[in-house]
């Protein structure tokens, strides 16, 4: 099977040639990759020579403005049409040496109704359960959260990926680390919705793409991200963007609305507990909470996405 690499990349050329260099180092290497750059001035330069420099078939693609889901979409009009798998892998993750072979081997083995396999988290995160009130029987009664792994709640508000013991089903995958089948997202493309903010893009992409079929994440398939630091918006925009952009999700995928909205309020709740307590920074982001509500309620409506969709 054909596997091909979709990196999306701004202004982190140490990152990135590490992750290059990741690639060299796997047991069965990527057939091609493409990497889709945003940087800026000279650093756009030293992010082409290091894609030039590399000894693997890579591709490099320069994207304006920045965007994530954006780049993300320009690598996969580039691979989609003569690929089996694709894989989207951000440029500050580490794979271990045998997780594409194991990849490869278990989308030739499994059913073909599985179309997403998404590695398996070893970040100290990964390793923590979702927390009290996420895994309280009420919460997920009220089908607010759900206990489960990587799952998505009738109110639009998911559960993190953890690490796996053994090959799980999965109802959304990261887009961080992630195979596709390409014949099965050959026609899919992230919403352009989220091209100004990329948050919750790997969520909307995996409701879109579970009607086509099924995910797992591969426990063998282990794999790294420590997020680099440059580039992190205001705790204020995070607290207007993580409303705006699940409320879109809610809305486009005509989940619950009233369990996205109680929801909300215990998250806001959990974000002023969190600041009252000395996380000073959290402040900022129930103040972005609040005010991006009070933008939706003078709204008066669903959000619309920019041309209509991308779906």
């Known amino acids: 099977m054909s596997l091909a690499i979709v990196v999306p990349t701004r202004n982190?050329?140490?990152?990135?040639?590490?992750?290059?260099?990741?690639?060299?180092?796997?047991?069965?290497?990527?057939d091609r990759i493409v990497v889709v750059d945003s940087s800026d001035g000279g650093l756009a330069g030293e992010i082409r020579a290091i894609v030039a420099a590399s000894p693997l078939a890579c591709r490099y693609l320069h994207h304006a403005p920045p965007s994530a889901a954006a780049q993300r979409n320009?690598?996969?009009?580039?691979?989609?049409?003569?690929?089996?798998l694709v894989a989207l892998i951000?440029?500050?993750?580490?794979?271990?040496?045998?997780?594409?072979?194991i990849v490869c081997r278990q989308a030739a083995a499994l059913d073909p109704a599985i179309i997403g396999f998404g590695l398996n988290p070893q970040d100290e995160d990964a390793g923590r359960g979702h927390g009290r009130i996420r895994s309280s029987l009420l919460a997920e009664t009220l089908g607010l959260y759900s206990s489960r792994n990587a799952a998505?709640?009738?109110?639009?508000?998911?559960?993190?990926?953890?690490?796996?013991?053994?090959?799980?089903?999965?109802?959304?995958?990261?887009?961080?680390?992630?195979?596709?089948?390409?014949?099965?997202?050959?026609?899919?493309?992230?919403?352009?919705?989220?091209?100004?903010y990329s948050y919750l893009e790997d969520l909307d992409f995996s409701l879109q793409a579970r009607h086509r079929g099924r995910f797992v994440i591969l426990s063998d398939a282990a794999y790294l991200h420590a997020p680099a630091k440059g580039g992190r918006k205001s705790r204020f925009w995070f607290g207007r963007i993580e409303i705006r952009n699940r409320h879109y999700i809610v809305c486009k995928h005509g989940l619950s609305?009233?369990?996205?909205?109680?929801?909300?309020?215990?998250?806001?709740?959990?974000?002023?507990?969190?600041?009252?307590?000395g996380q000073r920074q959290e402040f900022g982001r129930?103040?972005?909470?609040?005010?991006?509500i009070a933008a939706v309620v003078g709204r008066r409506g669903a959000p619309r996405a920019p041309g209509g969709g991308g779906t």
């Open 12 to 30: 982190r050329p140490a990152e990135l040639a590490g992750l290059l260099a990741n690639l060299i180092g796997q047991t069965r290497r990527p």
């Open 152 to 196: 998505v709640a009738p109110s639009g508000w998911h559960t993190r990926t953890l690490r796996v013991g053994a090959t799980s089903e999965a109802e959304w995958l990261t887009s961080c680390a992630v195979v596709w089948r390409a014949e099965a997202i050959r026609d899919l493309r992230f919403d352009e919705y989220f091209e100004a």
């Open 286 to 292: 129930l103040m972005g909470n609040a005010a991006e």
């Open 257 to 277: 609305r009233w369990r996205f909205w109680l929801g909300a309020a215990i998250r806001a709740g959990m974000t002023g507990a969190e600041a009252a307590t």
């Open 74 to 84: 320009a690598g996969l009009d580039v691979v989609l049409s003569d690929s089996d």
């Open 90 to 101: 951000d440029d500050d993750v580490t794979l271990d040496p045998d997780a594409l072979a």
